[in-house]
């Protein structure tokens, strides 16, 4: 899968619609009405990623997305519980999660695959499979992959999620995407490989036996510990870290957005990005940039 | 390429939890929704739902227990009727496909907590991959875990791509999984929309009016290797989104055709290859005709005898994927395809004729169509012959 272009965007959830509206008419002619918040960050990143560019009505759309659309979602509930009425239509509507990625088809006039995605601490990544096995069947020819989430909103409830790992991280609205096409003609690089392990041994085994590249850039996710950090460093001979928590904050999907950071970054570079999961897997995703 | 077989499977739904009782229902016609009482601004009366029967106290007490045991139930029986050993079932990918995800939980939390103008679900969602985490925990399962939430098409999109990640080699089997549990959400939601049918489903009937909901959990095996004495595969299928509107297809049904056909050479087959069709057959008005329209430009003249199965068992929404297929592959090795009971009169407008007493069939290359809110369309090919 050859990357043609990327975007990496996130947004303080303080951040009003309004403006992230203006932000978006930059970028499109798309008239977007009613569209909620998850809907906008979807279509804000979407659009800042294929700019300009001419999108073929084939290209598939895989959102991956820890938690969807919880706004409208605690809005119908509200209308269920505490007003006593019916679900406002527009709300219900939007409740089911894969209203965003309609509305990036829509306004892109894309017609193929549709896929809306999750998996606890690695949706991006399986995201990325999915299209990664339609490229392979030649079912799709050109995708977007994007990972999308609005922060979570409180402190308790990201300990709850990531076992106490919170080390006052700064939360925020993201949405970063990949353009990806079978061609390497215009290409500013590849994603090379999508791989998950049991156990850190065995990932940083697999990276070792990678032919010798160029520089190597690593870049970890939220639940590598520092001990993998450690290790990794000290294991495998890299040129450069991608640090991108501390320095641009958190939202679940994040790995999209530290791709973005890398492809907007570097140059000539390969990168692997290691993902732990909850249940103390290895996901491991690496890039190349031309 | 390897192969998709479907091992084995396992299925709760308003018809019980086992599959020889579920098939005779359905072969004698059954349909068995109960009267809810829709009791919101200060109405009073009831809509139909398909309700699974039984353990009603453990479901108004400790939903979330019921939630999970109805879920891990289905799931160590999918694998019991597999022979999936523990080392099988390891070695295995998980994937889940749902409407409402852990909604059902959250609304009781809701109501209970009465915290009004919180954002309660904001904070204490644990995210839309819990639930399949938590089955890989329970019965250790240690590959990857994928869950869609694509509506109506949810876990119709967990079978194409569990099949296609076994025939491309990344995995060797998934256990595929489609859930959806009764919730005021969708069943007030869909009341909102004017979409639930108060007389009795009528799919492609002239005087439908809408879908009558249903819940249930059906989970399927997909494996490399098939099980002795079972020959059904997954050969393919198509995933496209008509972005005509997001609850709406065009009516021309013109993406519906394209997502068949794609289907129909995904699988290595031609359009009068197909022996029948498993319609998505919700009912509502619209719906049904854009549906029928799609499957007419597809398949011409030779329109393959067709049916909609939820009459039997109600919409159960993302779950349909899973549990239409599991039906439709049980019915077959007792040697039927199932009509649509609930059709009586001719729509003239599109002239859609359903079958209405079973077909006796036992091989055959079986079609499943599947649309959904969001522009979602899925169809998938099924075989049991040579």
Same mark, same amino acid.
């Given at each position: 899968?050859? *990357?043609?272009?990327?975007? &990496?965007?996130?947004?303080?959830?303080?951040?009003?619609?309004? =403006? !992230?509206? +203006?932000? !978006?008419?930059?970028?499109?002619?798309?008239?977007?009405?009613?569209?909620?918040?998850?809907?906008?960050? =979807?279509?804000?990143? *979407?659009?800042?990623? *294929?700019?300009?560019?001419?999108?073929?009505?084939?290209?598939?759309?895989?959102?991956?997305?820890?938690?969807?659309?919880?706004?409208?979602? +605690?809005?119908?509930?509200?209308?269920?519980?505490?007003?006593?009425?019916?679900?406002?239509?527009?709300?219900?509507?939007?409740?089911?999660?894969?209203?965003?990625?309609?509305? *990036?088809?829509?306004?892109?006039?894309?017609?193929?695959?549709?896929?809306?995605?999750?998996?606890?601490?690695?949706?991006?990544?399986?995201?990325?499979?999915?299209?990664?096995?339609?490229?392979?069947?030649?079912?799709?020819?050109?995708?977007?992959?994007?990972?999308?989430?609005?922060?979570?909103?409180?402190?308790?409830?990201?300990?709850?999620?990531?076992?106490?790992?919170?080390?006052?991280?700064?939360?925020? @609205?993201? =949405?970063?995407?990949?353009?990806?096409? &079978?061609?390497?003609?215009?290409?500013?690089?590849?994603?090379?490989?999508?791989?998950?392990?049991?156990?850190?041994?065995? &990932?940083?085994?697999?990276?070792?036996?990678?032919?010798?590249?160029?520089?190597?850039?690593?870049?970890?996710?939220?639940?590598?510990?520092?001990? @993998?950090?450690?290790?990794?460093?000290?294991?495998?001979?890299?040129?450069? +870290?991608?640090?991108?928590?501390?320095?641009?904050?958190?939202?679940?999907?994040?790995?999209?957005?530290?791709?973005?950071?890398?492809?907007?970054?570097?140059?000539?570079?390969?990168?692997?990005?290691?993902?732990?999961?909850?249940?103390?897997?290895?996901?491991?995703?690496?890039?190349?940039?031309? | 390429?390897?192969?998709?077989?479907?091992?084995?499977?396992?299925?709760?739904?308003?018809?019980?939890?086992?599959?020889?009782?579920? %098939?005779?229902?359905?072969?004698?016609?059954?349909?068995?929704?109960?009267?809810?009482?829709?009791?919101?601004?200060?109405?009073?009366?009831?809509?139909?739902?398909?309700?699974?029967?039984?353990?009603?106290?453990?479901?108004?007490?400790?939903?979330?227990?019921?939630?999970?045991?109805?879920?891990?139930?289905?799931?160590?029986?999918? %694998?019991?009727?597999?022979?999936?050993?523990?080392?099988?079932?390891?070695?295995?990918?998980?994937?889940?496909?749902?409407?409402?995800?852990?909604?059902? %939980?959250?609304?009781?939390?809701?109501?209970?907590?009465?915290?009004?103008?919180?954002?309660?679900?904001?904070?204490?969602?644990?995210?839309?991959?819990?639930?399949?985490?938590? $089955?890989?925990?329970?019965?250790?399962?240690?590959?990857?875990?994928?869950?869609?939430?694509?509506?109506?098409?949810?876990?119709?999109?967990?079978?194409?791509?569990?099949?296609?990640?076994?025939?491309?080699?990344?995995?060797?089997?998934?256990?595929?999984?489609?859930?959806?549990?009764?919730?005021?959400?969708?069943?007030?939601?869909?009341?909102?929309?004017?979409?639930?049918?108060? /007389?009795?489903?009528?799919?492609?009937?002239?005087?439908?009016?809408?879908?009558?909901?249903?819940?249930?959990?059906? $989970? $399927?095996?997909?494996?490399?290797?098939?099980?002795?004495?079972?020959?059904?595969?997954?050969?393919?299928?198509?995933?496209?989104?008509?972005?005509?509107?997001?609850?709406?297809? /065009?009516?021309?049904?013109?993406?519906?055709?394209?997502?068949?056909?794609?289907? $129909?050479?995904?699988?290595?087959?031609?359009?009068?290859?197909?022996?029948?069709?498993?319609?998505?057959?919700?009912?509502?008005?619209?719906?049904?005709?854009?549906?029928?329209?799609?499957?007419?430009?597809?398949?011409?003249?030779?329109?393959?005898?067709?049916?909609?199965?939820?009459?039997?068992?109600?919409?159960?929404?993302?779950?349909?994927?899973?549990?239409?297929?599991?039906?439709?592959?049980?019915?077959?090795?007792?040697?039927?395809?199932?009509?649509?009971?609930?059709?009586?009169?001719?729509?003239?407008?599109?002239?859609?004729?359903?079958?209405?007493?079973?077909?006796?069939?036992?091989?055959?290359?079986?079609?499943?169509?599947?649309?959904?809110?969001?522009?979602?369309?899925?169809?998938?090919?099924?075989?049991?012959?040579?």
């Amino acid at each position: 899968m050859y *990357v043609h272009s990327t975007s &990496a965007f996130i947004c303080s959830p303080a951040q009003d619609n309004g =403006s !992230l509206k +203006e932000d !978006l008419k930059k970028y499109t002619d798309y008239f977007f009405r009613r569209v909620n918040r998850f809907i906008l960050l =979807s279509l804000t990143g *979407v659009h800042r990623c *294929v700019h300009q560019r001419k999108i073929d009505q084939s290209t598939a759309i895989y959102l991956a997305t820890e938690n969807g659309n919880l706004g409208d979602t +605690e809005n119908v509930l509200h209308q269920l519980y505490k007003e006593n009425s019916f679900p406002k239509p527009f709300n219900f509507i939007n409740t089911m999660s894969n209203t965003a990625a309609f509305y *990036v088809a829509q306004s892109l006039k894309t017609l193929g695959r549709n896929i809306t995605v999750s998996s606890k601490n690695a949706s991006f990544e399986r995201g990325l499979e999915l299209a990664r096995v339609d490229f392979m069947q030649s079912h799709v020819t050109e995708a977007l992959v994007g990972g999308v989430d609005e922060a979570v909103f409180s402190r308790e409830h990201f300990i709850t999620k990531y076992e106490e790992r919170y080390h006052g991280v700064r939360l925020v @609205d993201g =949405s970063s995407w990949l353009y990806l096409t &079978a061609r390497k003609e215009g290409a500013i690089g590849e994603i090379t490989d999508i791989k998950t392990f049991h156990t850190s041994d065995d &990932a940083i085994h697999w990276a070792k036996s990678l032919p010798p590249a160029d520089p190597l850039v690593l870049s970890f996710g939220i639940l590598a510990t520092a001990e @993998d950090k450690d290790t990794w460093k000290r294991e495998c001979p890299h040129d450069g +870290e991608l640090e991108y928590i501390d320095s641009y904050g958190f939202y679940d999907t994040m790995a999209s957005f530290a791709v973005g950071m890398f492809f907007q970054n570097f140059t000539k570079s390969s990168f692997i990005h290691v993902n732990r999961n909850i249940q103390g897997k290895y996901i491991i995703l690496a890039c190349k940039r031309y | 390429m390897e192969k998709a077989y479907i091992r084995g499977s396992a299925l709760v739904c308003s018809l019980g939890d086992d599959i020889g009782t579920i %098939i005779k229902r359905i072969k004698n016609k059954e349909c068995a929704a109960a009267e809810l009482p829709i009791s919101v601004a200060s109405l009073s009366y009831t809509r139909p739902y398909y309700l699974i029967p039984g353990k009603d106290e453990e479901r108004r007490t400790d939903l979330k227990r019921y939630f999970y045991n109805l879920l891990f139930g289905t799931v160590s029986r999918a %694998i019991e009727d597999s022979g999936l050993t523990a080392d099988e079932t390891a070695h295995s990918a998980l994937f889940f496909g749902s409407t409402s995800i852990d909604i059902p %939980i959250f609304e009781m939390t809701y109501k209970k907590q009465a915290m009004s103008g919180s954002k309660m679900l904001s904070n204490e969602s644990p995210g839309y991959g819990k639930i399949a985490s938590m $089955v890989a925990e329970k019965f250790d399962v240690r590959g990857p875990c994928y869950t869609f939430t694509t509506a109506c098409t949810s876990s119709a999109n967990c079978l194409l791509y569990a099949a296609s990640m076994i025939q491309t080699g990344h995995i060797e089997r998934a256990i595929v999984i489609g859930y959806d549990l009764f919730n005021e959400l969708g069943f007030y939601g869909f009341e909102s929309m004017k979409l639930i049918e108060p /007389n009795g489903y009528k799919p492609f009937d002239k005087n439908r009016i809408g879908i009558i909901m249903g819940e249930g959990c059906g $989970v $399927v095996v997909l494996d490399r290797k098939p099980k002795h004495g079972r020959s059904f595969r997954l050969l393919g299928g198509s995933n496209a989104c008509d972005t005509f509107n997001v609850t709406t297809h /065009n009516i021309r049904g013109d993406d519906i055709a394209h997502v068949i056909r794609d289907a $129909v050479r995904n699988s290595g087959l031609s359009s009068s290859d197909i022996d029948a069709v498993k319609a998505h057959a919700t009912g509502s008005p619209v719906n049904d005709i854009t549906e029928y329209n799609g499957m007419k430009a597809a398949f011409g003249d030779a329109l393959p005898p067709f049916t909609g199965l939820k009459p039997y068992i109600g919409h159960t929404v993302g779950a349909c994927g899973t549990i239409e297929l599991i039906i439709v592959v049980e019915s077959a090795e007792r040697g039927f395809f199932p009509a649509t009971p609930g059709f009586g009169e001719i729509d003239e407008e599109i002239n859609a004729r359903p079958i209405t007493e079973h077909l006796s069939m036992n091989k055959g290359n079986y079609m499943l169509n599947f649309f959904g809110f969001g522009g979602n369309c899925t169809s998938l090919v099924i075989s049991n012959r040579e």
